[in-house]
């Protein structure tokens, strides 16, 4: 990459989102593209969503931050036709759904042939919900994520802020980068997708649904209940606040049993099992870790922790993160002035490529600020080609080397597996990936998911030869993902200086836990792991309670992946254009949290002490909740953004008296007496269905769903009616259900949704058809231990 261009340099993006889906059009800015924020004179709706401060709407300012601003008025024919001549010279267009003010994406798609015109929504163009309004709240409950946070005998819990709207917008990002990287292949052919910010945000909120579908099909039952962190992530309190303290591996066990003084009760081997642990947890080892823990403070038990090889992270506050040493160390925030005297530490960006920070440089733009300079400066029309291409998958004929573990890395190359890329799972039985054997077998529901739709090269990449045919096979490959321990990769001789001196046009993705450099670079763990010091641990809580409630989901995992797909994927698009050659693209895994989440910690920043947890209650409107509806664990998610909503929610209810109040006129007004109404709205809400409930809240324009937990997602009708679930046959588990689509286009064809496989299960066919190796070689090989099969030589 040089100096001064990022590889999409050169496209031109119309954004015209409103309140959701804002952060797809930011993220091809953060990478190079020009984006122009397209609002009516009034300005977007977007532009009040909470939170506010000193009038500057944050959650607008993050993600537009580096846009500029063109206002046109839709209703005249005037600026109707400013448009089309603005899409004439652009590359994408991102709408709020079916349309753009008076036009019809399809008629906009149509007239402009080159044009990617990705139509955003909460819950996609086609099904029963199509039509229906959501909030960031709403969509956690569709997605997926709400229904795993909080405690058992409490509510389910919202994600704060704009979290989930933006996993979905991040997965809508990868979309449009298939459609650009398409667009390549076929001459200039455009084309129109359906994004489901919903379906979206399902194919990143970890693996509950092959999980719990796995077991129905084996006659097991379908548990799904809220469990606070559980076992796996726990938090302990120490003198400032709490950390999360993760003890697997016998190894971490070890450390952490010296840690305690070795006390002669605890050295039975059968405690070097998490399950033989998991018997002594409540009683014995959780009293002992807050004992040892309570003198100390956050910051100084994770670093004594890490320092002993046992992964422990800080559950800091809004406040901490902005001063933390690790992000100041990474230049994570910078300082950017909003408005007249309101300036705000912005989160500084998802990605670092080669080095630089990949994100906004500039305020979000004042209405219309640039309408005047972007118009003059249009230049050349855009051409699609005479004729139009047939469909076919996006991604056909890349190749991509897989060295992913857990579900970050494993992530980014199942979004390639599934739209056509080649992608070879690189592992051994000497070093796999640890999601596969987490359940005492080499296959399970979480890795299938995962690692669905590639082949498996088994290769020990600690031995000469096995590193040389590593070497042999990035020289045929387009992208690389790895998201080992930080330095890994270099130590093994085949980090990104290794394998981009070999192919220069390499586009390599590294994802570590705290990043590649910066004070606590070194620091290990899981992503969930990275919640509690990017604040999610902390901001993802009720209202009335100290200790942090938690949540089971891997939380950034996925995200995290998806992120390092939407980076190399844009490198590879800007390697067609001959932007770029190839580039190095890093993902902080703690950086993807604090990014979702920048708009709070921006607001924290202006106002101090302003942004704490609020459970289900939202800055934006009241009533602003999740309501247990008839049968067991039954809960509906009800929003009401403004008065026109409250009046929605009321005719809902059938117009009771005591909703007629007219003390109750004004979010502010309901937002005082929020217990009194979530009393009143949870008695019309137990004795009906969560689906009835929804029907008549979305009759009158008011954002409600259904709780989706993963074995609704395969039976709710809007799930159902996009075809979400895909049955495969896996072997080692036999029948299950995997994520499917969270979008479809014209000239798209997938998702392909294949078997996972077992380790080296292609290192034969790999190793003739790619490596030049006969079959004596291949004998030779794995008799000496550089190439793996199933089974095992």
């Given at each position: 990459m040089t100096e001064t261009s990022f590889p999409l340099a050169g496209l031109r993006v119309v954004d015209a989102t409103r309140e959701l889906g804002q952060l797809t059009s930011r993220l091809l800015g953060d990478l190079g593209a020009e984006v122009v924020k397209l609002e009516p004179p009034e300005g977007s709706p977007g532009r009040t969503v909470a939170p506010v401060r000193r009038g500057v709407s944050l959650a607008f300012a993050v993600r537009n931050a580096g846009k500029l601003g063109v206002a046109l008025d839709l209703a005249g024919d005037a600026d109707v036709a400013r448009l089309h001549e603005l899409l004439a010279h652009a590359d994408v267009l991102v709408t709020p759904g079916a349309s753009l003010g008076p036009l019809d994406a399809r008629e906009l798609a149509d007239a402009h042939p080159h044009l990617v015109v990705a139509a955003v929504s909460p819950f996609g163009l086609t099904g029963p919900y199509a039509s229906w309004a959501a909030t960031s709240a709403v969509l956690s409950a569709a997605g997926g994520y709400a229904f795993k946070a909080g405690v058992p005998d409490r509510e389910p819990l919202f994600t704060p802020g704009g979290v989930v709207d933006d996993a979905g917008s991040i997965v809508g990002a990868f979309a449009v980068l298939a459609a650009l990287f398409q667009r390549e292949q076929t001459g200039g052919a455009g084309q129109l997708l359906d994004i489901s910010l919903t379906h979206a945000i399902?194919?990143?909120?970890?693996?509950?649904?092959?999980?719990?579908?796995?077991?129905?099909?084996?006659?097991?039952?379908?548990?799904?209940?809220?469990?606070?962190?559980?076992?796996?992530?726990?938090?302990?309190?120490?003198?400032?606040?709490?950390?999360?303290?993760?003890?697997?591996?016998?190894?971490?066990?070890?450390?952490?049993?010296?840690?305690?003084?070795?006390?002669?009760?605890?050295?039975?081997?059968?405690?070097?099992?998490?399950?033989?642990?998991?018997?002594?947890?409540?009683?014995?080892?959780?009293?002992?870790?807050?004992?040892?823990?309570?003198?100390?403070?956050?910051?100084?038990?994770?670093?004594?922790?890490?320092?002993?090889?046992?992964?422990c992270t800080p559950a800091s506050k809004p406040a901490d993160i902005l001063v933390n040493e690790h992000l100041t160390s990474r230049a994570t925030f910078r300082e950017l002035a909003l408005a007249d005297g309101v300036v705000a530490k912005v989160a500084s960006g998802f990605f670092e490529l080669d080095g630089r920070r990949a994100g906004p440089q500039t305020p979000p733009p004042a209405v219309g600020e640039h309408t005047d300079a972007v118009f003059?400066?249009?230049?050349?029309?855009?051409?699609?080609?005479?004729?139009?291409?047939?469909?076919?998958?996006?991604?056909?004929?890349?190749?991509?080397?897989?060295?992913?573990?857990?579900?970050?890395?494993?992530?980014?190359?199942?979004?390639?597996?599934?739209?056509?890329?080649?992608?070879?799972?690189?592992?051994?039985?000497?070093?796999?990936?640890?999601?596969?054997?987490?359940?005492?077998?080499?296959?399970?529901?979480?890795?299938?998911?995962?690692?669905?739709?590639?082949?498996?090269?088994?290769?020990?990449?600690?031995t000469p030869e096995?590193?040389?045919?590593?070497?042999?096979?990035?020289?045929?490959?387009?992208?690389?993902i790895e998201n080992n321990s930080t330095g890994t990769m270099d130590k093994l001789g085949i980090g990104y200086d290794d394998l981009s001196a070999v192919n220069p046009r390499i586009a390599m993705a590294s994802s570590q836990l705290m990043g590649s450099h910066g004070a606590w670079s070194w620091w290990r763990g899981y992503g969930p792991s990275t919640q509690p010091p990017g604040g999610l641990l902390h901001l993802w809580n009720y209202a009335d309670r100290d200790d942090p409630a938690g949540s089971v989901s891997i939380f950034p995992d996925h995200v995290a992946g998806c992120l390092c797909a939407v980076g190399t994927l844009a490198t590879l698009v800007g390697r067609e254009r001959g932007v770029v050659q190839g580039a190095h693209v890093e993902v902080a895994q703690v950086e993807a949290v604090v990014n979702t989440l920048a708009d709070l910690l921006a607001a924290e920043s202006v106002e101090a002490g302003s942004v704490v947890p609020l459970g289900?209650?939202?800055?934006?409107?009241?009533?602003?909740?999740?309501?247990?509806?008839?049968?067991?664990?039954?809960?509906?998610?009800?929003?009401?953004?403004?008065?026109?909503?409250?009046?929605?929610?009321?005719?809902?209810?059938?117009?009771?008296?005591?909703?007629?109040?007219?003390?109750?006129?004004?979010?502010?007004?309901?937002?005082?007496?929020?217990?009194?109404?979530?009393?009143?709205?949870?008695?019309?809400?137990?004795?009906?269905?969560?689906?009835?409930?929804?029907?008549?809240?979305?009759?009158?324009?008011?954002?409600?769903?259904?709780?989706?937990?993963?074995?609704?997602?395969?039976?709710?009708?809007?799930?159902?009616?996009?075809?979400?679930?895909?049955?495969?046959?896996?072997p080692g588990i036999g029948r299950i259900d995997l994520e499917g689509a969270a979008f479809v286009g014209d000239l798209v064809v997938g998702p392909d949704i294949r078997p996972a496989p077992m380790v080296g299960e292609h290192t034969r066919e790999i190793a003739k058809e790619l490596l030049g190796l006969d079959d004596a070689d291949v004998d030779r090989l794995l008799a000496a231990g550089v190439l793996e099969t199933t089974p095992p030589v």
């Amino acid at each position: 990459m040089t100096e001064t261009s990022f590889p999409l340099a050169g496209l031109r993006v119309v954004d015209a989102t409103r309140e959701l889906g804002q952060l797809t059009s930011r993220l091809l800015g953060d990478l190079g593209a020009e984006v122009v924020k397209l609002e009516p004179p009034e300005g977007s709706p977007g532009r009040t969503v909470a939170p506010v401060r000193r009038g500057v709407s944050l959650a607008f300012a993050v993600r537009n931050a580096g846009k500029l601003g063109v206002a046109l008025d839709l209703a005249g024919d005037a600026d109707v036709a400013r448009l089309h001549e603005l899409l004439a010279h652009a590359d994408v267009l991102v709408t709020p759904g079916a349309s753009l003010g008076p036009l019809d994406a399809r008629e906009l798609a149509d007239a402009h042939p080159h044009l990617v015109v990705a139509a955003v929504s909460p819950f996609g163009l086609t099904g029963p919900y199509a039509s229906w309004a959501a909030t960031s709240a709403v969509l956690s409950a569709a997605g997926g994520y709400a229904f795993k946070a909080g405690v058992p005998d409490r509510e389910p819990l919202f994600t704060p802020g704009g979290v989930v709207d933006d996993a979905g917008s991040i997965v809508g990002a990868f979309a449009v980068l298939a459609a650009l990287f398409q667009r390549e292949q076929t001459g200039g052919a455009g084309q129109l997708l359906d994004i489901s910010l919903t379906h979206a945000i399902a194919t990143c909120s970890d693996w509950a649904m092959p999980n719990v579908m796995a077991r129905v099909y084996q006659g097991m039952g379908a548990a799904e209940t809220r469990n606070g962190s559980g076992p796996v992530y726990p938090t302990f309190r120490c003198r400032d606040g709490y950390v999360r303290l993760v003890v697997l591996s016998p190894r971490q066990w070890q450390a952490m049993r010296a840690w305690l003084g070795e006390p002669e009760y605890l050295q039975d081997p059968m405690f070097d099992s998490f399950v033989g642990r998991f018997e002594i947890a409540t009683t014995v080892l959780n009293p002992l870790y807050e004992e040892l823990f309570a003198t100390m403070t956050m910051d100084e038990v994770s670093l004594e922790a890490q320092q002993r090889g046992i992964v422990c992270t800080p559950a800091s506050k809004p406040a901490d993160i902005l001063v933390n040493e690790h992000l100041t160390s990474r230049a994570t925030f910078r300082e950017l002035a909003l408005a007249d005297g309101v300036v705000a530490k912005v989160a500084s960006g998802f990605f670092e490529l080669d080095g630089r920070r990949a994100g906004p440089q500039t305020p979000p733009p004042a209405v219309g600020e640039h309408t005047d300079a972007v118009f003059a400066a249009l230049g050349e029309r855009r051409v699609a080609p005479a004729t139009r291409p047939e469909a076919a998958p996006p991604l056909a004929g890349l190749r991509v080397m897989d060295f992913g573990h857990g579900g970050v890395g494993v992530e980014a190359g199942r979004r390639y597996a599934e739209y056509g890329a080649d992608v070879i799972k690189i592992e051994s039985r000497t070093y796999p990936d640890f999601i596969r054997i987490v359940l005492g077998s080499e296959m399970n529901p979480s890795f299938c998911s995962s690692s669905r739709s590639k082949r498996a090269l088994g290769t020990n990449a600690k031995t000469p030869e096995g590193r040389e045919l590593l070497f042999e096979l990035v020289q045929q490959s387009d992208v690389v993902i790895e998201n080992n321990s930080t330095g890994t990769m270099d130590k093994l001789g085949i980090g990104y200086d290794d394998l981009s001196a070999v192919n220069p046009r390499i586009a390599m993705a590294s994802s570590q836990l705290m990043g590649s450099h910066g004070a606590w670079s070194w620091w290990r763990g899981y992503g969930p792991s990275t919640q509690p010091p990017g604040g999610l641990l902390h901001l993802w809580n009720y209202a009335d309670r100290d200790d942090p409630a938690g949540s089971v989901s891997i939380f950034p995992d996925h995200v995290a992946g998806c992120l390092c797909a939407v980076g190399t994927l844009a490198t590879l698009v800007g390697r067609e254009r001959g932007v770029v050659q190839g580039a190095h693209v890093e993902v902080a895994q703690v950086e993807a949290v604090v990014n979702t989440l920048a708009d709070l910690l921006a607001a924290e920043s202006v106002e101090a002490g302003s942004v704490v947890p609020l459970g289900n209650a939202s800055e934006q409107g009241a009533p602003w909740g999740m309501y247990r509806c008839a049968g067991e664990e039954q809960w509906v998610a009800i929003t009401c953004r403004d008065d026109d909503d409250w009046q929605g929610l009321v005719a809902a209810l059938g117009a009771p008296a005591w909703a007629a109040d007219a003390a109750l006129a004004g979010v502010e007004a309901r937002r005082a007496r929020a217990a009194e109404l979530d009393a009143a709205i949870g008695r019309w809400t137990a004795g009906l269905a969560p689906a009835q409930i929804a029907a008549a809240c979305q009759e009158h324009g008011v954002p409600a769903v259904p709780l989706i937990n993963g074995q609704a997602m395969t039976t709710d009708p809007q799930y159902v009616a996009r075809g979400f679930a895909v049955n495969i046959d896996q072997p080692g588990i036999g029948r299950i259900d995997l994520e499917g689509a969270a979008f479809v286009g014209d000239l798209v064809v997938g998702p392909d949704i294949r078997p996972a496989p077992m380790v080296g299960e292609h290192t034969r066919e790999i190793a003739k058809e790619l490596l030049g190796l006969d079959d004596a070689d291949v004998d030779r090989l794995l008799a000496a231990g550089v190439l793996e099969t199933t089974p095992p030589v």
